[in-house]
């Protein structure tokens, strides 16, 4: 695919900056709650009041039906978790919170995996190798370089840690919709993809497995888990590239 990644305008940044303000507030606002013995259904509640007070509106509920604010994925679960309150997190888990929200029709979207409580090496190390992932990649987010360079830098660093790596699902250009073309693949497809220009929006989210790279989903038709069964790490965030460095728009910013 040739062409440029679609680029929104002044204004349409403003609204998506404020979008990914309140996405970064209810990823505080987890992070402050995330305990032993807590529901994601308690998460999910705490996070949708966060987002409808603060005039936006919670971008996943109702998307194609999907039921709730947030999605949560405990260990083996990837991504799209549904909050329950029967799922009750608990001491050494760790669980992926995914959020979007809209504000005045545009969107941000951003998740970060974290441990409940004390936590394994091989997980930390898991959350660590994930996360350095996603720095690289938006450190790709600058005019003149291409799809295919985000890409790879996922890729590079998931081999230099040799852990499994989500093929089947991944990140995507957001604005006024929240998967907008073109998909974010998290490894090298060998086309350069489209070029990215000051404006351009992505949200990048690389997962990856402790144990193989093979998914599927869950009976309730949302749920993406590992085959193996064993852990899987998910970070997102929504980057805007700009005449200088990338603007990460789901950063927290300090008043
Ligand atoms: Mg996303």
């Known amino acids: 695919m040739a062409g440029i990644v679609d680029r929104k305008s002044r204004e349409e940044i403003k609204m998506m900056r404020r979008a990914g303000q309140i996405v970064a507030e209810v990823h505080a606002l987890v992070r402050e709650n995330l305990r032993s ?24 509920k109702g ?12 260990n083996a679960e990837v991504v799209h978790g549904i909050p329950s309150k029967e799922a009750i997190l608990n001491e050494g888990d760790i669980v992926s919170i995914d959020v979007g929200a809209t504000y005045r029709g545009l969107i941000a979207d951003a998740a970060f995996t974290a441990g409940v409580g004390e936590i394994t090496e091989d997980l930390k190390n898991l959350l660590i190798a994930t996360e350095e992932s996603l720095f690289a990649a938006i450190e790709q987010m600058r005019e003149g370089r291409y799809l295919e360079d985000v890409s790879g830098a996922v890729e590079d660093v998931n081999k230099k840690y ?26 090298r497809t060998g086309n350069q993809g489209p070029m990215l220009k000051v404006g351009s929006c992505l949200a990048i989210e690389p997962m990856f497995n402790l144990g193989g790279d093979d998914v599927y989903t869950a009976k309730d038709e949302w749920t993406v888990l590992t085959t193996d069964h064993l852990p899987s790490a998910h970070f997102e965030h929504t980057v805007v590239v700009t005449e200088s460095d990338p603007e990460v728009l789901t950063r927290l910013k300090s008043d």
């Open 37 to 60: 013995g807590i529901s994601t259904f308690e998460l999910d509640e705490l996070a949708e009041a966060h987002i409808r007070k603060s005039g936006a509106l919670p971008t996943f």
């Open 63 to 74: 998307y194609h039906g999907f039921p709730a604010t947030l999605c949560t994925s405990i």
């Open 162 to 187: 040799k852990y499994g790596l989500v093929r089947n699902y991944g990140g995507h250009a957001v604005g006024r919709k929240l998967h907008e073309e073109p998909f974010v693949h998290n490894f």
